[in-house]
DNA sequence: GGCTGCAGTTTGGATACACA
DNA sequence: TGTGTATCCAAACTGCAGCC
């Protein structure tokens, strides 16, 4: 039978070597320190969990991950030099080659090998150690679905928010989202990415990207964005309180018509979105974490 | 060696969902 | 409303162990 899952095998397969910034310590694949940078809202310590992830490899499924857990086997280099007591015979030699090749690929920094490996369900886990290079990104459109109907690009590294508006800075955009080793979006799997990735297809982007829909749902907060952003607490401002994705088409109707509150009450409504990513991440990835063994 | 049962994984279709 | 993905669930499949 074929191992591979057909939605992972057949995605994106980036040969990008651009180089990112390296990790905090913690990470043990990773040896030369990572220049500090401003204080973040990202500097509590985030444990690695990415690099006790084993559903990715062959003939292993959350069951038999939660089983090397228990029985110790907490990185891929452990599991290939005592895996061998836990696995069936005839999988061995796979998983410990997929296993190496995870590892090289880890040093490598080859994010996107990951994104196209790893199972959705578990994604989040690259926020144990890429959580500080994260970036939050959300897109406004024209109300059309192509690359052409951006109208909006915001992003939010932890420090500041980044916007980027068609006819002006939008391909400034592509640089800051290359940097980041990790994107986080809510809905962006089914709708931001695919856009974007359209957007600058001259570009191979080298990230994990995380969708945080699915993690919040697995915690029971189902709804959009702005639901659940009531349900754990997020305010948001008077002037952007009932603003939804068809209204943002509207605003930047009006932009265009000569309004420039218009486009300011946009970019108001579109920094609350990526900003508001982050606790929602921080908050998946603790409960999450703390629901695994 | 062949059969059977079991545990675990994979596959594929239907459905739900959230975005603009 | 169109889009695209994840999730759910049942069925099929794989590999192993035990038994004869």
Redesign the pocket.
């Known amino acids: ?7 992972q095998s057949i995605r994106r397969k980036s040969k990008n070597k651009r180089r990112f910034p390296r990790l905090e310590k913690g990470s043990f694949l990773f040896s030369k320190p990572w220049k500090p940078r401003a204080i973040s809202r990202h500097s509590w310590f985030i444990p690695p969990v990415l690099q006790q992830t084993f559903c990715h490899l ?8 939660r ?1 090397l857990w228990r029985e110790g086997i907490r990185d891929w280099p452990t599991l290939i030099t005592e895996g061998h007591r836990l696995l ?4 061995v030699d796979a998983v410990c080659r997929v296993a190496e090749e995870t590892i090289a690929r880890f040093e490598r920094r080859d994010w996107t090998w990951f994104d196209a490996t790893l199972p ?2 578990v994604k989040w886990r690259a926020f144990g150690e890429l959580g500080q290079h994260a970036l939050y990104v ?4 024209d ?1 059309g ?1 192509g690359a052409e109907a951006i109208t909006v690009i915001g992003a939010f590294d932890g420090v500041a928010t980044h916007m980027f508006v068609a006819d002006r800075n939008l391909e400034a955009a592509r640089e800051l989202i290359e940097a980041h080793p990790l994107v986080v979006t ?2 962006g ?3 931001d990415m ?1 856009l974007i990735h359209e957007r600058f297809r001259h570009n191979l982007f080298n990230h994990i990207h995380v ?1 945080l ?2 993690p919040l ?2 915690l029971g907060l ?5 639901l659940i952003e009531q349900i754990v607490g997020l305010e948001r401002a008077l002037q952007t309180q009932g603003l ?3 209204a ?2 509207r605003l930047w109707q009006e932009w265009q018509a000569g309004s420039a509150a218009a486009l300011d009450l946009l970019l108001a409504y579109n920094r609350e ?1 990526v900003v508001n990513l982050a606790p929602l991440m921080r908050l998946a990835f603790d409960r999450l974490k703390s629901s695994s063994p």
């Open positions: 039978m074929n191992n591979l899952r057909p939605a062959p003939g292993i499924g959350t069951t038999t991950e089983r069936h015979a005839g999988r959705s369900a959300d897109i406004e459109t109300g679905f809510f809905n799997q089914a709708f695919p969708d829909r699915f749902r697995k189902h709804g959009g964005l702005k939804d994705g068809w943002a088409v979105d």
